[in-house]
């Protein structure tokens, strides 16, 4: 069990699905830049948050609904929780683009079931994934395999952020979507708290390359 101080975003489940380098820059290194991907998504996060909750033909749909799991170690605000006059209530969480090669939006709306189910004492079997480009829904089952999942991601995110663990840049095709790649790519790496085991490595491989410091290097 996670005490309210130790709880972590929810959202941080997503980046270090994509890439743990780029969740490590923004929960330990405290690092930030938008893109345009970015911006829309905040755009649609806010639309979605910005209209009232509201009762229509016996569906209650909430918005902006605050979400903790002590179980998980997570917190975070849901876009959209629907309560059916009968049955239990449906997590929707809204992207900007369509639906991903990777689990990362399937992760983060399990995430968001299971915080529901242990604030409220029920079990959440389905969700939905509202995305932008083609406006529409996407049901997802919430099976065991997605919660073991889910659940795993959540201990790899506590391992790192308390390990203040920041994993070596690498290039791959994804980094060209990325909003931190300026900031990520070694050429433009800067030693920042929360980087020492980075730092140690560089350092170890230049005393091995280079041999030890001489007065003047020293100096």
């Not at 345009?36 to 229509?56: F, I, Y």
């Not at 791959?172 to 909003?179: A, I, N, R, Y």
């Not at 920042?192 to 280079?210: M, P, W, Y």
Request: aromatic share 6%; proline share 5%; charged share 25%.
């Amino acid at each position: 069990m996670f005490s309210d101080d130790e709880l972590l975003p929810i959202s941080a489940l997503q980046h270090l699905i994509f890439c743990e380098r780029q969740c490590a820059l923004i929960h330990v290194e405290r690092l930030w830049a938008e893109n345009r991907w970015t911006v829309e998504g905040m755009h649609l996060h806010a639309k979605a948050h910005s209209e009232k909750s509201s009762t229509v033909d016996g569906l209650h749909t909430t918005r902006s609904m605050p979400l903790a799991s002590h179980m998980l170690g997570l917190s975070g605000v849901a876009d959209v929780i629907e309560f059916p006059k009968s049955g239990p209530p449906v997590p929707v969480e809204y992207k900007r683009g369509r639906p991903k090669k990777n689990d990362s939006d399937r992760v983060q709306l399990a995430a968001q079931a299971m915080c529901l189910e242990e604030m409220l004492a029920v079990t959440i079997p389905v969700g939905f994934l509202f995305y932008g480009k083609n406006r529409r829904r996407v049901k997802v089952e919430l099976d065991a395999a997605l919660r073991e999942r889910t659940a795993q991601t959540a201990k790899r995110l506590h391992e790192m952020i308390a390990n203040r663990e920041t994993p070596t840049a690498m290039r791959e095709p994804k980094c060209d979507q990325c909003s931190l790649v300026e900031l990520c790519l070694p050429s433009s790496m800067r030693f920042k708290t929360g980087s020492s085991q980075f730092v140690a490595r560089e350092l170890a491989a230049t005393i091995a390359s280079d041999g030890p410091l001489t007065d003047d290097e020293d100096e």
